[in-house]
Protein backbone atom coordinates (compact mmCIF):
# COMPACT_ATOMS: atom_id res chain seq x y z
CA UNK A 1 0.00 0.00 0.00
CA UNK A 2 2.80 2.28 1.01
CA UNK A 3 5.10 1.79 -2.84
CA UNK A 4 1.52 2.09 -4.30
CA UNK A 5 1.36 5.61 -2.90
CA UNK A 6 4.87 6.62 -3.25
CA UNK A 7 4.40 5.15 -6.98
CA UNK A 8 1.28 7.64 -7.68
CA UNK A 9 2.86 10.70 -6.00
CA UNK A 10 6.08 10.13 -8.44
CA UNK A 11 4.26 9.80 -11.38
CA UNK A 12 1.85 13.00 -10.12
CA UNK A 13 4.89 14.92 -10.37
CA UNK A 14 5.80 13.68 -13.75
CA UNK A 15 2.44 15.00 -14.79
CA UNK A 16 3.48 18.63 -13.79
CA UNK A 17 5.07 20.73 -16.90
CA UNK A 18 8.54 21.97 -16.69
CA UNK A 19 6.90 25.39 -16.80
CA UNK A 20 5.18 25.07 -13.22
CA UNK A 21 8.53 23.42 -11.21
CA UNK A 22 9.85 26.22 -8.82
CA UNK A 23 13.28 26.05 -10.99
CA UNK A 24 12.00 26.64 -14.47
CA UNK A 25 10.14 29.69 -12.62
CA UNK A 26 12.86 30.71 -10.70
CA UNK A 27 15.01 30.82 -14.34
CA UNK A 28 12.06 32.54 -16.16
CA UNK A 29 12.17 35.07 -13.43
CA UNK A 30 15.69 35.56 -13.26
CA UNK A 31 15.91 36.20 -17.25
CA UNK A 32 13.24 38.43 -17.47
CA UNK A 33 14.91 40.90 -15.07
CA UNK A 34 18.16 40.41 -16.18
CA UNK A 35 19.31 43.79 -17.80
CA UNK A 36 22.51 43.47 -20.29
CA UNK A 37 24.18 45.91 -21.42
CA UNK A 38 23.81 48.26 -24.51
CA UNK A 39 25.09 50.21 -27.15
CA UNK A 40 22.84 52.90 -26.02
CA UNK A 41 24.09 52.94 -22.68
CA UNK A 42 27.85 53.00 -22.76
CA UNK A 43 29.25 56.75 -21.97
CA UNK A 44 32.70 56.36 -22.49
CA UNK A 45 34.00 53.00 -21.90
CA UNK A 46 31.62 52.90 -18.60
CA UNK A 47 27.59 51.15 -18.84
CA UNK A 48 25.45 53.06 -16.78
CA UNK A 49 21.90 51.15 -16.29
CA UNK A 50 19.03 52.69 -14.87
CA UNK A 51 18.43 51.87 -11.48
CA UNK A 52 15.26 49.71 -10.94
CA UNK A 53 14.68 47.71 -7.54
CA UNK A 54 14.79 43.92 -8.20
CA UNK A 55 16.92 44.21 -11.51
CA UNK A 56 19.67 42.41 -11.86
CA UNK A 57 22.33 43.71 -13.45
CA UNK A 58 24.82 42.10 -16.13
CA UNK A 59 28.88 42.40 -15.82
CA UNK A 60 31.51 41.06 -17.85
CA UNK A 61 34.43 40.76 -16.48
CA UNK A 62 38.11 38.89 -17.80
CA UNK A 63 41.09 37.45 -15.94
CA UNK A 64 43.56 40.40 -15.30
CA UNK A 65 41.30 43.39 -15.95
CA UNK A 66 39.56 45.23 -12.99
CA UNK A 67 36.14 46.18 -13.76
CA UNK A 68 34.93 49.14 -11.43
CA UNK A 69 31.27 49.57 -9.93
CA UNK A 70 30.49 53.23 -9.45
CA UNK A 71 27.51 54.08 -6.71
CA UNK A 72 26.05 57.40 -6.81
CA UNK A 73 27.95 60.00 -5.18
CA UNK A 74 27.41 60.21 -1.63
CA UNK A 75 26.12 56.70 -1.13
CA UNK A 76 27.62 54.52 2.00
CA UNK A 77 28.16 50.80 1.67
CA UNK A 78 26.73 48.64 4.24
CA UNK A 79 27.68 45.39 3.17
CA UNK A 80 29.49 43.54 -0.02
CA UNK A 81 28.73 39.67 -0.43
CA UNK A 82 29.95 37.47 -3.28
CA UNK A 83 28.74 34.16 -3.93
CA UNK A 84 32.58 32.87 -5.05
CA UNK A 85 34.75 34.57 -2.51
CA UNK A 86 37.60 32.08 -4.18
CA UNK A 87 38.14 32.28 -7.48
CA UNK A 88 36.57 36.37 -7.60
CA UNK A 89 38.62 39.44 -5.98
CA UNK A 90 36.24 41.91 -4.25
CA UNK A 91 37.21 45.09 -3.01
CA UNK A 92 36.51 48.66 -2.44
CA UNK A 93 37.63 52.25 -2.72
CA UNK A 94 36.16 55.48 -2.93
CA UNK A 95 36.90 58.67 -5.21
CA UNK A 96 36.98 62.34 -4.11
CA UNK A 97 35.69 63.62 -0.91
CA UNK A 98 33.20 65.57 1.15
CA UNK A 99 29.95 66.39 -0.75
CA UNK A 100 31.78 64.62 -3.74
CA UNK A 101 33.11 61.62 -2.60
CA UNK A 102 32.06 58.14 -4.45
CA UNK A 103 32.36 54.78 -3.28
CA UNK A 104 33.80 52.29 -5.78
CA UNK A 105 33.86 48.46 -6.12
CA UNK A 106 36.28 46.96 -7.88
CA UNK A 107 35.57 43.29 -9.27
CA UNK A 108 38.33 40.60 -10.79
CA UNK A 109 38.14 36.86 -11.77
CA UNK A 110 40.78 34.78 -11.52
CA UNK A 111 39.93 32.59 -14.72
CA UNK A 112 37.87 32.52 -17.77
CA UNK A 113 34.38 30.95 -17.57
CA UNK A 114 33.29 31.61 -13.70
CA UNK A 115 29.77 32.88 -13.07
CA UNK A 116 28.69 34.15 -9.49
CA UNK A 117 26.28 36.97 -8.29
CA UNK A 118 27.13 40.02 -6.20
CA UNK A 119 24.62 42.08 -3.91
CA UNK A 120 26.05 45.28 -2.36
CA UNK A 121 23.52 46.95 0.01
CA UNK A 122 24.46 50.78 1.02
CA UNK A 123 22.27 53.24 3.17
CA UNK A 124 20.11 53.85 -0.13
CA UNK A 125 19.60 50.37 -2.01
CA UNK A 126 20.12 47.27 -2.68
CA UNK A 127 21.90 46.11 -6.01
CA UNK A 128 21.83 42.85 -7.66
CA UNK A 129 24.55 41.61 -10.21
CA UNK A 130 25.44 38.70 -12.12
CA UNK A 131 29.27 38.40 -13.32
CA UNK A 132 30.72 36.23 -15.48
CA UNK A 133 34.04 35.87 -16.55
CA UNK A 134 35.10 35.83 -20.24
CA UNK A 135 38.73 36.08 -21.71
CA UNK A 136 37.92 39.29 -23.41
CA UNK A 137 35.44 41.88 -23.87
CA UNK A 138 35.31 43.16 -19.93
CA UNK A 139 33.72 46.45 -18.78
CA UNK A 140 35.91 49.04 -17.39
CA UNK A 141 33.45 50.11 -15.24
CA UNK A 142 29.21 50.61 -14.61
CA UNK A 143 27.34 52.68 -12.92
CA UNK A 144 23.65 54.09 -12.54
CA UNK A 145 21.10 56.91 -13.33
CA UNK A 146 18.66 56.83 -10.98
CA UNK A 147 15.13 58.35 -12.44
CA UNK A 148 13.21 57.94 -9.37
CA UNK A 149 15.78 60.17 -7.30
CA UNK A 150 15.96 62.79 -10.26
CA UNK A 151 11.85 62.84 -10.48
CA UNK A 152 12.32 63.72 -6.73
CA UNK A 153 14.80 65.96 -7.61
CA UNK A 154 12.31 67.81 -10.38
CA UNK A 155 9.44 67.81 -8.19
CA UNK A 156 11.39 69.76 -4.90
CA UNK A 157 12.61 72.55 -7.48
CA UNK A 158 8.82 72.73 -8.96
CA UNK A 159 7.71 73.08 -5.48
CA UNK A 160 10.73 75.74 -4.38
CA UNK A 161 9.77 77.73 -7.70
CA UNK A 162 5.96 77.70 -7.03
CA UNK A 163 6.82 78.72 -3.55
CA UNK A 164 9.22 81.68 -4.60
CA UNK A 165 6.72 82.82 -7.22
CA UNK A 166 4.19 86.01 -6.64
CA UNK A 167 0.44 85.16 -5.68
CA UNK A 168 -0.27 87.32 -8.31
CA UNK A 169 1.10 89.75 -10.44
CA UNK A 170 -0.04 93.81 -11.23
CA UNK A 171 -0.90 94.16 -7.02
CA UNK A 172 -0.58 97.51 -6.24
CA UNK A 173 0.30 97.78 -2.34
CA UNK A 174 -1.63 101.35 -1.95
CA UNK A 175 -4.96 99.11 -2.71
CA UNK A 176 -4.60 95.96 -0.62
CA UNK A 177 -6.89 95.96 2.34
CA UNK A 178 -5.93 94.30 5.28
CA UNK A 179 -9.26 95.13 7.54
CA UNK A 180 -9.75 91.24 8.47
CA UNK A 181 -10.49 89.61 11.70
CA UNK A 182 -9.26 85.85 12.40
CA UNK A 183 -11.08 84.42 15.30
CA UNK A 184 -12.42 80.76 16.03
CA UNK A 185 -10.03 77.58 17.16
CA UNK A 186 -6.63 77.96 16.96
CA UNK A 187 -5.70 74.54 14.86
CA UNK A 188 -1.40 74.05 13.31
CA UNK A 189 -3.51 75.33 10.08
CA UNK A 190 -5.02 78.34 11.25
CA UNK A 191 -4.56 81.18 8.78
CA UNK A 192 -1.76 84.16 9.35
CA UNK A 193 -3.80 86.57 8.03
CA UNK A 194 -5.90 87.40 5.28
CA UNK A 195 -6.17 90.78 2.84
CA UNK A 196 -7.77 91.43 -0.31
CA UNK A 197 -7.10 93.80 -3.73
CA UNK A 198 -10.65 95.16 -4.14
CA UNK A 199 -11.52 92.28 -6.70
CA UNK A 200 -9.76 88.81 -4.89
CA UNK A 201 -9.19 87.60 -1.73
CA UNK A 202 -5.95 86.19 -0.04
CA UNK A 203 -5.85 84.48 2.70
CA UNK A 204 -2.29 83.33 3.97
CA UNK A 205 -1.33 80.54 6.08
CA UNK A 206 2.52 79.19 7.67
CA UNK A 207 4.71 76.78 5.35
CA UNK A 208 3.62 74.21 7.36
CA UNK A 209 0.03 73.87 5.30
CA UNK A 210 2.11 72.49 2.72
CA UNK A 211 2.57 68.59 5.04
CA UNK A 212 -0.54 68.67 6.94
CA UNK A 213 -4.55 67.98 5.73
CA UNK A 214 -5.84 71.42 4.25
CA UNK A 215 -9.22 72.65 5.43
CA UNK A 216 -12.18 73.63 2.72
CA UNK A 217 -13.17 77.18 2.57
CA UNK A 218 -16.92 78.23 3.00
CA UNK A 219 -18.18 81.55 2.36
CA UNK A 220 -21.06 82.71 4.77
CA UNK A 221 -24.26 84.53 3.00
CA UNK A 222 -26.09 86.94 4.64
CA UNK A 223 -28.84 84.49 5.86
CA UNK A 224 -26.28 82.83 7.57
CA UNK A 225 -25.76 79.64 5.36
CA UNK A 226 -22.16 78.72 4.37
CA UNK A 227 -21.42 77.19 1.06
CA UNK A 228 -18.50 75.77 -0.58
CA UNK A 229 -16.44 78.57 -2.49
CA UNK A 230 -14.11 77.97 -5.40
CA UNK A 231 -10.27 79.22 -4.86
CA UNK A 232 -7.26 78.03 -5.72
CA UNK A 233 -4.05 77.48 -4.16
CA UNK A 234 -0.72 78.78 -4.69
CA UNK A 235 2.10 78.31 -2.34
CA UNK A 236 0.77 78.90 1.22
CA UNK A 237 -1.67 80.83 -0.22
CA UNK A 238 -5.88 80.35 -0.96
CA UNK A 239 -6.84 82.58 -3.79
CA UNK A 240 -10.38 83.53 -3.92
CA UNK A 241 -11.98 85.03 -6.77
CA UNK A 242 -13.80 87.58 -5.28
CA UNK A 243 -14.41 89.04 -2.16
CA UNK A 244 -16.73 88.17 1.47
CA UNK A 245 -18.02 89.70 4.24
CA UNK A 246 -16.99 86.59 6.54
CA UNK A 247 -15.77 83.27 5.70
CA UNK A 248 -15.08 80.04 7.50
CA UNK A 249 -12.21 77.32 7.13
CA UNK A 250 -13.30 74.21 8.27
CA UNK A 251 -11.42 70.86 8.79
CA UNK A 252 -12.50 67.60 11.12
CA UNK A 253 -16.14 65.17 11.69
CA UNK A 254 -17.46 65.43 15.03
CA UNK A 255 -14.57 67.59 16.72
CA UNK A 256 -14.76 69.86 13.66
CA UNK A 257 -12.20 72.88 13.78
CA UNK A 258 -13.72 76.03 12.81
CA UNK A 259 -11.65 79.46 12.06
CA UNK A 260 -13.91 82.46 10.58
CA UNK A 261 -12.37 85.59 8.69
CA UNK A 262 -14.33 88.15 8.96
CA UNK A 263 -14.24 91.39 7.01
CA UNK A 264 -13.56 94.23 9.39
CA UNK A 265 -15.10 97.13 7.21
CA UNK A 266 -17.27 97.61 4.75
CA UNK A 267 -16.58 96.02 1.03
CA UNK A 268 -15.00 98.17 -1.52
CA UNK A 269 -16.34 98.36 -4.80
CA UNK A 270 -14.51 96.89 -7.54
CA UNK A 271 -12.00 99.46 -8.83
CA UNK A 272 -11.97 101.91 -6.22
Partial sequence: MIRAVILSASLVALAIPASAQPTAKVAAANKAALREPSNAGFVGAMQVYPYNDGTLYRLYA??????????????????????????????????????????????????????????????RRVYHLELESRSSGAMAALSWTYPHDELIALRRQQDMAAAAAPIASGLAVERLNFHYLISGDKPAWRPLRAFDDGRQTYIEFSPSIAVGEAPPLFVIGEDGEASLVNYRVAGRYYVVDRLFGAAELRLGGKKQQVVRISSAQPKRRKGK
Avoid: C, Y
Avoid at 65 to 74: E, N
Avoid at 95 to 119: D, E, Y
Fill in 62 to 123: APGRITDIALQMGETITSVAAGDTVRWTVGDTTSGSGANQRTHILVKPFSVGLRTNLVITTD
